[in-house]
């Protein structure tokens, strides 16, 4: 059982190192060079910050990207999010 819930716990954190990462865009500006745009993506809905960037980051993956870069985002009530998603050339 122990073995069952340690691969468990290991394929959590092999997956989650995969996941498009937010990057801001002074940092993009820097590096945008190595990137080419794959879609954009948005949230809507959220109850916090948290939710609202591993709903971005989810989306990010199912489109192939390795970042995520945002571009709006409101914060009354519920969270709102709008991204531009880049994969590395």
Known sequence: M???ILGM???TFTFSSFAAE???????EKVKDQYVEV?????????STAD???????????KGGDIYV???????NKIHGNAVVYKKK
Do not use: H, P, W, Y
């Not at 937010?22 to 993009?28: A, D, E, I, V």
């Open 22 to 28: 937010m990057m801001s865009q002074k940092n993009f």
């Open 70 to 76: 945002l571009t709006s985002g409101n914060t009354n």
């Open 2 to 4: 122990k073995r069952i």
């Open 52 to 62: 609202a960037k591993a709903e971005l980051s989810k989306k990010a993956d199912e």
């Open 9 to 11: 716990v290991a394929c």
């Open 39 to 47: 879609g954009n993506i948005s949230t809507s809905g959220e109850t």
